[in-house]
Each structure stands twice: as C-alpha cells, then as structure tokens.
C-alpha cells in the first residue's frame, strides 16, 4: 500500500508526488475554494484514493456531480486529452475505474431511503432542526424524558406528535415531576413539526432505520463509497446539516477506541460545511468542536468542504490538519481580509507568496499543506490535482437505477416498518382509561332510582376535580391512574434510555 491518497504534484513544474498520509487522515480535512475552482474533483479524487485503500467513504452530492464515481471515466470522453496531459505534467499513469458505490436519499427516489429514529435523533439535534427557542428545547426534553420513563419508543414523527399532545394534557402533572411545562411552548413545537413535515422531515424518520455497518463496509478489498443525494434535501439547509450532524454523533457513540489507526476506518466528507455553523447556537458549535476533538481516536476521519476557510469557526479549524485550499476571489475588503487569514493558516513557503498563489490558482490547481510523518503540517504547496479516474460529472436515471439494483443494501430498506410505538401504545393507554372510566361511573348508584348516563371525556390521562361524575368521582378516577402510572414507572425507570453528547441514544462501545 503506498503511504496515502496521491493528491497531484506540486513543487517546481509540479513534478513532486503530493500525499495525504493514510495515518493521518483522521486529523480531520479543509477542502475550501469559490465556486468552479474545483472542490468537486478534488473530494472525488479522495474519495477514490481512500476506496482504493479499503477505506469507507461517505458524502453528500450536493450538486449531483459526484454521482460518476459509480461509473468508470472513458477516453471517448471530451476531458481524456487534458486529463492525459495534465497526468503526465505530475507523473500519473491515466488508469480509468470506478469504486463500488451505493446511493442514498432522505427522499428515497435517487438512492435507497436513509431513516433514523426520533429517538435516536435525540432532543438537542431536533431542537437545532425545528429551531426552538431554549424554553422550547426544555420543555421537548422534558418530553423525552417522560417518553423514556415510561417506556414510550418515538419512531417517527407521529410518536413525537402524541406524545406532545399526551404531554399537553397532563403539564400540570409532568411539570411537578420534571420541571415547568408550557402548553403555549408544546404548541410552538408542534407548528415547528409542521414545517418540518412540509420541508420532508417525515421521510428522515422511521424505520428500519440505517445500520451504520452498511456504511463503513470493504467490498472485495475496497472501502464502499456511501453517495447521499442532496440536491433536493438542500433546499431545507437545516435538514441537511442537522442530518449529517446527526450521522457524525452516531459515529462518535458508536465506534470504539482505536487510538491512531494506520488508515482511518471511515472518512466522512461535509459539504456546504457552513450550513452547521450558520446560526448555531455556541453550545452546539462547542460539542462540534467536542465531537471533531475526540472522534479521530475512533479511527475516522472528518473533511469539512465550503467556500471559505473562515465559514468554519476557530476552535474547529484548529482541529484540521490536512488542508487543500483551491483559489479564493478578493474583490473587497472583506474578502481581501480573509485571504489573508486563510494564507496565515499555511507554513509558508520561500519559493511564494501564500495569499497571492490562493488567489492565483487556476482551476483544477490548489495550495495544499498535508501533515508529514510527524502530525506536523508541510509547507504550502502549489499543487496541480490529479485527474479521477472515475466520470467527471452525473450519471444518467438508468445507470443510477442499475447500480441501485446491484447495491449490497437492495431490498433493506426500500420499504417502510410501523411497528408498535408511542403513538400505537398512547392510544390503546387513553382507550383503557376511558373503559376504566366507563366502568367506575357504572358502578355508582343511580341518583333517586334513576339511571344516569354518564360519558368518559377522555380530556385528560390523569382524573381531576372536573371530571364528569363530580369531584368525588374525579379523586377516585385521579387516584386509580396515578396508582396505574406509579406501577408503569416502577418497571419502565430501571430501563431508561442513556443518552450521549448530543442527546442521541447512547449505543456502549
């Protein structure tokens, strides 16, 4: 195995071989550049480079682009002769193939479904994706909570809406347990759900749920190359990126201790990486920085990809040592400002100026600083990429349906499972009560001999003093729920559910 991912050459005449060192690719990635300077090719020739080395990829398809990595590169094609050219400038014998691929989609149409929980989403992450108010993300894990003691499973989104609804009716009660509970604030929650489900967030949740095994599989000696469709998932940038946040803490739960691996066990590419950090509150931004710390011990490595390096906040920035920096525009001061901070970031070079060669390269060209044998970042390099081998550009709706049907994972996931969960288990609660109810009012006797019809509400889980029947027969109703409930919690407390640093549900190591 050679000792990383070849990037290109670079020095003079870009006649000197330019690696990223497999056993340091887990001290995380900058692919950063305006667009059309060639990000695209650049996260397409890593993600070939790692697959050849039998390490899994996964990554987002914002633009539909890297769709050809399933498909060999031709020398029919228009780009073979600068592609040729260019190889042989950095010394590279031109060798077309494909790395095996398998396409996701939130959606299900461009690739096989990708679901989760809500469970396993946890509060903190669906708080960032429904945007609540910190009133209202206390008052949503309050309601985890309670889902939790009372061994309530939130699937998808119908479970939280019941469960809401449940927790609306009895805040009084909860709020004596766990803390204020606002109906004014369930109700922001449940308006945020609809436009969520608007936005198609109901497609994100449910199961079977993704087995991340499926991800980080080698077929026949290469990594397997995940592809998430995101065209359409980009126009809900909440979505996307509490999404892939969400799959970067279930890494970061899951995984165990590897300490530093000789190659990663999964690279994980984020592209349009400033959608995490736009708006994000500073406790969220700290637990990324958290979580960009120590996952690397877990063997994976994370490449943030945007425009610009300073897109990405401080403390996350000085977790990445691996840099490839394509050409920046500074048409104003503003810009002018952060090319010289991106170049600040670089040990400089004698042989140039760092900020001018970031404005200076071409398409397809970069300035590169890898980490050396060491962990200590090399000089800037001025490098010219290396061509994919792989098609530069989308494949065509049959190609993509052809590798669907070859996929590994065909057949998991396409349909949909609705087991059993909270909302199934709220409803058969509130029926029983209603009988309980109907029962306890039958049993009293009738008022001067005469019979009166009497109707459970159905209001609200625990009894009060306006339940039909009078106060007495309220208490009695209150009593018999509350001695039901204190029964349910006495078995459900023991096995409630651990929770990790993003809220998600804990897995063990």
């Known amino acids: 195995m050679t000792e990383g991912v070849f990037i290109g050459g670079g020095g003079p005449d870009h006649a000197v071989p330019q690696y990223l060192r497999f056993d340091m690719a887990n001290r995380h990635g900058l692919i950063a550049g305006a667009t059309g300077t060639g990000k695209t090719v650049t996260l397409q020739i890593l993600a070939e480079g790692f697959s050849a080395a039998g390490v899994p990829v996964f990554l987002s398809d914002v633009k539909g682009d890297l769709a050809g990595l399933a498909k060999a590169g031709s ?130 949740f449910g199961e079977p749920a993704l087995d991340l095994a499926d991800l980080m599989a080698v077929d026949e000696g290469r990594g397997r190359v995940s592809v998430l469709a995101a065209d359409r998932l980009m126009r809900s940038p909440r979505l996307y990126a509490t999404f892939l946040l969400w799959l970067l803490s279930e890494l970061f739960e899951t995984l165990p201790e590897v300490g530093n691996p000789e190659k990663p066990k999964l690279v994980f590419f984020f592209d349009e990486a400033h959608l995490l950090f736009d708006d994000a509150p500073k406790a969220l931004v700290s637990k990324v920085e958290q979580v960009a710390r120590l996952i690397r011990s877990k063997g994976v490595g994370v490449f943030f990809v945007t425009q610009n390096p300073a897109d990405v906040p401080d403390d996350v920035l000085g977790q990445i040592g691996n840099r490839v920096q394509h050409a920046l525009r500074a048409f104003t001061a503003k810009d002018q400002r952060e090319l010289a901070r991106a170049a600040e970031t670089y040990r400089a070079n004698p042989a140039f100026d760092t900020a001018e060669a970031i404005a200076a390269v071409g398409t397809g060209e970069a300035v590169t600083s890898m980490l050396d044998l060491k962990g200590v970042p090399g000089i800037a390099e001025r490098t010219l990429i290396r061509p994919p081998a792989s098609q530069l550009g989308p494949v065509t709706a049959e190609e993509r349906s052809a590798v669907m049907a070859a996929s590994p994972v065909a057949g998991r996931y396409d349909v949909a499972v609705d087991r059993e969960s909270a909302a199934e288990m709220l409803a058969a609660r509130a029926a029983g009560a209603a009988a309980e109810a109907e029962k306890a009012l039958a049993a009293e006797p009738a008022d001067d001999g005469l019979t009166r019809a009497r109707r459970y509400s159905g209001a609200r889980s625990f009894g009060g003093a306006h339940s039909p029947g009078g106060a007495g027969t309220g208490q009695r109703i209150g009593a018999a729920m509350t001695d039901a409930l204190a029964k349910e919690l006495k078995g459900t407390t023991g096995r409630r559910i651990v929770r990790g640093l993003f809220g998600t549900v804990f897995k063990g190591r």
Not at 166 to 181: E, F, H, I, T
């Open 75 to 204: 020398p029919e094609g228009k780009l073979h002769e600068p592609f040729l050219k260019r190889a042989g400038i950095i010394g590279l014998d031109l060798v077309y193939g494909a790395p095996p691929v398998v396409f996701w989609d939130l959606f299900g149409e461009q690739g096989h479904p990708v679901r989760t929980t809500v469970s396993e989403m946890g509060p903190l992450l669906l708080a960032r994706m429904l945007e609540l108010t910190d009133v209202q993300e206390g008052v949503l894990n309050v309601a985890f909570r309670a889902a939790d003691d009372e061994g309530l499973p939130l699937l998808d989104l119908k479970d939280l809406r019941a469960l809401l609804h449940w927790c609306g009716q009895n805040a009084q009660d909860l709020s004596l347990r766990y803390g204020n509970v606002a109906t004014a604030s369930v109700g922001a929650i449940q308006r945020a759900l609809l436009v969520l489900e608007e936005q198609g967030g109901t497609h994100l």
